[in-house]
């Protein structure tokens, strides 16, 4: 390993040995999540959240956070593992086309991929690199990144359990061309037991962010959460309601689950599951909102999360089986 590259390991080491230490047992980990969760949640909110009766959207993720411990939320957390389970319910057709897939960067062909696309890892949010010309495109300074984020447990800091030692792999999608050769908006379905209910559309993610949110009818809601509202209403897509209708059948087996699909000139592409949220530490605006989106959600008992924890080690052992 060059210097460059021993003086960046030891300093992302140096710099998560306050997060790693916690984590030395179970129990421990747990502890530090849940106080440093609860802490987090009552800078945001200015208060603690009801755990005993949750009523808001936000006070149930925090619930989920840390309480729900059901493989299935690991499985499509990460974002390898998931291509598989979609693929298992409504078919590869709705993946992205995957160009390669590694432990190392310097594992990739960076010179066969196509003119345009996308890089991620696969154990966290937010590790995306688009690549829009690969002409213009830095293949060290790439390599540099996606060494960085492999080094990274994104768990650490968030400490959202459904990360916690996730496999660190680093693949490449294909890039998704929206209208003018942009990236296409983001339609983010919330599906409460199987039943979607509002759809959140988001553009300009990685240049003027936006969003607006909506109910089925696709009539608005009046809300500010996490950015600005969109100037002006999308072109809702034709198919609508299939999409609807796929992120019903991909959140059928969660109590909620945020089902996150591109529409791509008609074409219906799965983007990823999100359990929770940005985190249940972001503040509608309006509150009344917050015990809106809260409202639909009916949280499973300790017992009933225990049940449908064996029953997902049952149903990916028999994905296992019939894959292999």
């Known amino acids: ?13 140096a710099s998560n040995l306050f997060y790693d230490l916690p ?7 747990e502890w530090f999540d849940c106080a440093l969760t609860l802490s987090r949640y009552r800078r945001v909110f200015g208060s603690y959240p009801n755990l005993r009766q949750p009523k808001t959207f936000s006070e149930k993720v925090i619930h989920k956070r840390l309480y729900d411990r059901r493989p299935l939320l690991r499985t499509v957390a990460d974002k390898v593992a998931v291509r598989d389970y979609v693929a298992s319910i409504v078919g590869a057709d709705t993946l992205p086309a995957l160009h ?3 432990t190392d960067p310097e594992a990739i062909d960076w010179g066969a991929l196509p003119a345009r696309f996308v890089v991620k890892c696969s154990h966290g949010s937010g590790y995306n690199l688009v690549v829009t010309d690969k002409a213009a495109f830095d293949v060290d300074a790439a390599k540099a990144t996606v060494r960085a984020w492999l080094r990274s447990s994104f768990y650490r800091y968030t400490r959202e359990w459904c990360y916690r030692d996730l496999p660190r792999r680093v693949f490449v999608e294909e890039f998704l061309e929206g209208p003018g050769g942009t990236v296409p908006d983001d339609w983010k379905f919330f ?14 993610r990685f240049t003027d962010h936006r969003h607006s949110f909506y109910r089925r009818d696709r009539t608005p809601i009046d809300v500010r959460y996490l950015c600005d509202n969109l100037a002006e209403p999308p072109a809702f897509p034709a198919n609508l309601e299939a999409m609807f209708d796929l992120a019903e059948r991909l959140g059928r087996d969660f109590d909620f689950v945020r089902v996150d699909l591109y529409n791509v000139g008609g074409r219906i592409v799965f983007g ?13 605006e309006p509150a009344s909102v917050d015990l809106e989106f809260g409202s639909h959600w009916q949280l499973p008992s300790r017992r009933q999360t225990a049940q ?13 089986s019939t894959a292999t």
Do not use: I
Request: hydrophobic share 45%; net charge positive; no cysteine.
């Open 100 to 102: 390669a897939l590694a």
């Open 308 to 320: 449908r924890g064996a029953r997902d080690e049952r149903s990916a052992a028999d994905r296992k």
């Open 191 to 204: 599906v409460y037991g199987g039943r979607a209910v509002y759809v959140q559309v988001d553009r300009g």
């Open 272 to 284: 990823e599951l999100t359990n929770y949220p940005n985190a249940g530490l972001m503040p509608f």
């Open 23 to 29: 984590s030395l047992t179970p129990w421990t980990a």
């Open 1 to 13: 390993m060059r210097l460059a590259n021993w003086r960046e390991a030891l300093a992302a080491e």
